[in-house]
């Protein structure tokens, strides 16, 4: 099986916006790559199109994962494929506790109920076993150090930033996925949270999972280190490098990347680009 995503001239629109204008990366089994760029340039775009949000218009260009078209793939689909999101901006879910969402999302992925199943087999649907799930959970909240109380608590409601991005971290691990997409998993967190999280993410990392880092900064590179760095660009990627590419960004910032590559200064901040549906950018 073909462990790699591949990412072919992909154009994308929201809208009547077009935002991503022919990308091409591949991430292959074990490697970290990083995907940086300033405000509005497409990366959450680009997440968002390969865990397929129905807002986001594939125009051009093929995504392929494991072999498979993942582009023709519904969410729930390419998650069964190994394919996991961490949200930038994590909802809340009143009066659902985490370890009932986590066994949830956890038999959606591993243990889904047949197609067309109903009647008598329907009923006796329960997934995996109560015991085994809690065991599991356990384990994985021990391995992230996270407090046991955490999974009476409902999901994202009155949690901050950290503890947010730390669920999501818990999601991650609880998955296994093959492949994970963080969407700036470092966005609002002070120091010693974002020394959290980044603790989490190495922990969950294995030579099995390939992982597409989106960043605006720097910072979160400092403790999870990337094999490669991407710059995103006017929609597509303009520059790639190993590491040491994210420290000439943080000394030189992006414009030094537009006048290396010829784009105008100042082109795609923020305003360039339509805010996406549920405030995603």
């Keep these: 099986m073909n462990e790699q995503l591949v990412i072919a001239d992909l154009e994308v629109s929201i809208g009547a916006k077009k935002i991503l204008k022919g990308v091409s990366l ?79 999302i956890y038999n959606a992925v591993h243990h889904p109920k047949p197609a067309g199943d109903g009647g008598q087999e329907a009923a006796k649907y329960t997934g995996i076993p109560l015991a085994k799930f809690r065991k599991l959970m356990e384990e994985k909240m021990r391995i992230l150090r996270m407090d046991s109380a955490f999974a009476a608590r409902y999901v994202n409601e009155g949690f901050s930033g950290g503890e947010k991005k730390r669920l999501e971290m818990l999601q991650m691990a609880m998955l296994n996925p093959s492949l994970a997409i963080l969407d700036e998993t470092d966005s609002g967190l002070d120091i010693d949270a974002l020394r959290t999280v980044a603790e989490g993410i190495n922990a969950t990392l294995s030579p099995e999972m390939g992982v597409l880092m989106i960043t605006h900064y720097q910072r979160m590179l400092n403790y999870v280190t990337p094999g490669f760095v991407h710059v995103l660009m006017d929609g597509r990627i303009v520059m790639s490098g190993g590491e040491e590419l994210s420290h000439q960004l943080e000394a030189n910032g992006y414009d030094w990347v537009r006048e290396q590559v010829g784009l105008p200064v100042g082109v795609l901040d923020e305003s360039g680009t339509p805010e996406p549906v549920g405030k995603h950018a």
């Design 26 to 104: 591949t991430v292959g089994k074990g490697e970290v790559h990083a995907l940086m760029g300033p405000n509005g340039s497409g990366k959450t775009s680009l997440a968002y199109t390969l865990m397929g949000h129905p807002d986001y218009h594939v125009d051009a260009g093929t995504v392929t994962w494991r072999g498979e078209d993942l582009l023709k793939l519904s969410p729930d689909k390419r998650a069964r494929l190994g394919v996991f999101l961490a949200f930038q901006y994590p909802s809340a879910i009143p009066g659902v506790t985490v370890a009932s969402f986590l066994r949830n």
